[in-house]
């Protein structure tokens, strides 16, 4: 016989677990109501295939691209069609544990190898590949070779080869690369371009070349083969000597510190934007012809921007932006141009004369260690001017009498009253006024 007390206690488990049971089907409703609520207001998931891949774009890496399937169930399946393989092998390596230390080199070339697997056997179109190898050796460039003539192979948009770090054992592209129909982006990275005859990069639009070392003519070759090149940069390349470029759909140009290079001709009747810089003990000679176009103009190499000075301005009547390195000897300079609208001076040492006409101007900024006189021709909108001085002699006295303020009083005085007008004055002592 059950006693009372048994009964009681019986009674009261049972009750327990029909309020266990309520309560847990409570919890499953309540969450496919949210589920419901969540796919109702799923508005991620309506963007177009397009959209996504954009935003997919700016992800660092492919685990990164990974994680973003859990933002709606659209991506759950999207993300794995997303064209773009991306491999740190720095970043790779961090994420190795100890016990795996030592092997990963092998580990990182092994998940290069299977990513590509996956998108081969699946036919799957690589937009972009993305690939920095800082272990390369000689012996890799095989790999490295069925890397890339794999991606080729998928019809791929842009590649970024950064290979290396070292002079020596440099990689050397292969032609394939140089002959992809498809390819609108190439970003390379401490390796080598050899001529090759069988160029031909119909669709490519940016070409970036950084520690490159470049063979005789390649250039121009590699250009000529390039009908569609609107950017083209160099940065620390080395083998190149004589840059000649004729091409009509360029429009941004960039040659950054490549030291062995002696002469530059530029014929670009549609260039839009051009930035030379240089040490100032290596000397070359630019020539920017048919570029009328030309809107903005950086030259960072005194003697490069001495030589325009004097002979090229006037090639340039649409001119917007002029920024200058200014050589240690030059005393005076002059400035005729309609359309400019900001001018930057660096670098004046001996700099005592500055004429300018410039009517639309509205942003002036000068940086150096002597105040020019200014000779302003003409009314200007000049609105914001900023002055950087770093006086050459630092025992002398800084105040009102100082020649440095009766040579920016007259500077200043253009400017008053003048709405929104603001300076912003920099010396390595402090000025009274």
Not at 355 to 383: C, H, N, R
Request: proline share 3%; glycine share 4%; aromatic share 10%.
């Amino acid at each position: 016989m059950v006693s009372s007390d048994e009964a009681l206690q019986a009674s009261a488990g049972e009750k327990r677990k029909l309020e266990m049971e309520d309560s847990a089907n409570s919890v499953v409703e309540n969450v496919e109501q949210m589920i419901q609520i969540v796919e109702s207001v799923d508005r991620i998931s309506q963007l177009p295939d397009h959209v996504i891949y954009h935003i997919l774009s700016f992800l660092r890496n492919t685990r990164d691209a990974i994680r973003t399937k859990c933002l709606s169930k659209r991506w759950r399946t999207l993300w794995f069609s997303y064209a773009a393989l991306i491999f740190y092998e720095q970043k790779f390596a961090a994420g190795i544990g100890p016990e795996d230390g030592s092997n990963k080199e092998n580990l990182f070339r092994q998940h290069v190898a299977d990513s590509l697997h996956t998108y081969l056997a699946n036919n799957l179109q690589i937009q972009k590949l993305l690939l920095h190898m800082m272990s390369f050796d000689l012996t890799d460039a095989p790999l490295v070779d069925s890397w890339l003539t794999s991606a080729v192979s998928q019809d791929i948009q842009e590649i970024d080869l950064q290979i290396g770090f070292k002079d020596i054992n440099r990689y050397t592209l292969p032609e394939v690369v140089l002959s992809s129909e498809t390819l609108t982006g190439l970003r390379l990275s401490g390796c080598i371009l050899r001529r090759c005859g069988n160029i031909m990069l119909p669709r490519l639009q940016k070409l970036y070349l950084r520690k490159v070392h470049l063979g005789e003519q390649i250039v121009t070759n590699l250009i000529s083969c390039c009908p569609s090149i609107e950017d083209l940069r160099f940065v620390q390349c080395s083998g190149l000597k004589f840059l000649y470029i004729h091409c009509d759909s360029l429009s941004r140009l960039e040659i950054h510190n490549c030291n062995q290079l002696k002469t530059a001709y530029i014929f670009a009747p549609n260039l839009d934007t051009f930035w030379f810089c240089g040490k100032k003990s290596t000397p070359c000679k630019v020539n920017l012809e048919d570029c009328a176009s030309l809107k903005k103009l950086t030259l960072e190499h005194p003697r490069v921007s001495r030589d325009f000075c004097e002979n090229q301005f006037n090639k340039f009547p649409l001119l917007e932006k002029l920024d200058l390195c200014i050589a240690d000897k030059m005393k005076s300079i002059t400035i005729f141009n309609r359309c400019l609208q900001r001018i930057v001076l660096k670098g004046c040492k001996k700099l005592t004369y500055v004429q300018i006409y410039a009517p639309k101007l509205v942003s002036f900024e000068l940086k150096g260690e002597t105040m020019p006189y200014f000779d302003f021709v003409t009314p200007f909108l000049l609105t914001d001017a900023k002055i950087s001085l770093s006086t050459a002699t630092e025992s002398r006295d800084v105040g009102l009498g100082n020649q440095l303020w009766f040579m920016m009083r007259p500077f200043i005085s253009l400017f008053f009253p003048v709405e929104g007008f603001k300076m912003i004055m920099h010396s390595s002592k402090v000025l009274f006024f």
